[in-house]
């Protein structure tokens, strides 16, 4: 085991939605390049206490958890507060929380667009608020957005998540030109389809709002946007998350990023 003692020789990263799929993945590389990890996210506490434990006996590196929800800025507000009572800063901030809602916008319903809004959307800009301050002061720091190539491109059927996560992108270009001399980047990522949770509960969807069935979904909706016929794999993201905060990325700033299997290219 490391000596964590010495706060000046790690960075201290808060990954939103870290319980499950990308976030996961997210933050077990950041975890593994010697990071101090704030997990945070949704669902059983016995298993996210499991979670937490195994990533840092895996990994050496301090794993603490808060169950903030990120739809709610007073939640977001103490997430940042516990991770600075924790490890006494925040120099990474991943905005990975995120949910999908596939249907067509005359039958969308109106509470989950509030919903996508405030936790794909809405919180990055919050915690981005929160934490800016504090990365200028010390000179240093990282934003990762995990958008989507539905940053960059649309898809039917998802009006309210490509709105929001062409939103994310914007918001990135913003936060690299205010921290572009401070040390701070800010950058987006924008998978293409990694089989997660996520996607998994959006088949069914998808068959019933195209009439397929759901190995019809997986082949031609899914898998046809993506000219390697592959889904992206989780710890691709992570890897390339943690590329963006080691020293060689420090003059990537402002981008999205796309890791899609060529879905973008086309
Ligand atoms: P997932 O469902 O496996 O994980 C989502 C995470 O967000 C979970 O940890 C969940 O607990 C958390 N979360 C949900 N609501 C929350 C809330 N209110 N407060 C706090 N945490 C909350 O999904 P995933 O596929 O890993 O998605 C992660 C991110 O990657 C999302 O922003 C998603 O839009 C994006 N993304 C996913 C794909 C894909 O194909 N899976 C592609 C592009 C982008």
């Not at 010697?34 to 298993?47: I, K, Q, R, Y």
């Not at 958890?65 to 800063?89: C, K, N, W, Y």
């Not at 921290?179 to 980047?185: R, V, Y």
């Not at 293409?192 to 031609?220: F, N």
Request: glycine share 10%; net charge negative; proline share 5%.
């Amino acid at each position: 085991m490391r000596d964590f003692t010495d706060t000046s020789a790690f960075r201290v990263a808060v990954v939103t939605g870290s319980t499950s799929g990308i976030g996961l993945a997210i933050a077990r590389a950041l975890a593994e390049a010697g990071h101090a990890v704030m997990l945070n996210g949704l669902g059983d506490p016995a298993e996210i206490t499991t979670l937490r434990e195994t990533l840092q006996t895996e990994t050496g590196a301090p794993v603490a958890f808060h169950g903030a929800d990120m739809s709610d800025p007073a939640q977001i507000a103490d997430l940042v507060q516990a991770t600075e009572t924790a490890f006494g800063r925040v120099d990474i901030v991943v905005n990975n929380a995120g949910i999908q809602t596939v249907a067509p916008i005359e039958d969308f319903p109106v509470d989950r667009f509030d919903l996508i809004m405030q936790i794909n959307l809405h919180a990055a800009w919050h915690l981005a608020r929160a934490t800016f301050g504090g990365m200028k002061a010390r000179g240093w720091g990282r934003v990762i957005n995990v958008a989507s190539a539905h940053g960059l491109v649309a898809s039917p059927f998802k009006s309210a998540y490509v709105m929001a996560k062409h939103g994310l992108v914007g918001l990135t270009k913003t936060l690299a030109l205010e921290g572009a001399e401070h040390g701070i980047t800010a950058n987006a990522i924008c998978p293409g389809y990694v089989l997660t949770p996520l996607v998994e509960r959006q088949i069914p969807e998808t068959a019933k709002a195209r009439g397929l069935t759901e190995d019809q979904v997986i082949r031609d909706v899914l898998l046809a946007a993506q000219p390697t016929r592959s889904f992206v794999q989780p710890g691709q993201v992570g890897a390339l998350a943690a590329f963006l905060c080691s020293p060689a990325a420090a003059q990537i700033t402002g981008t999205a990023l796309p890791i899609d299997g060529g879905w973008t290219a086309q």
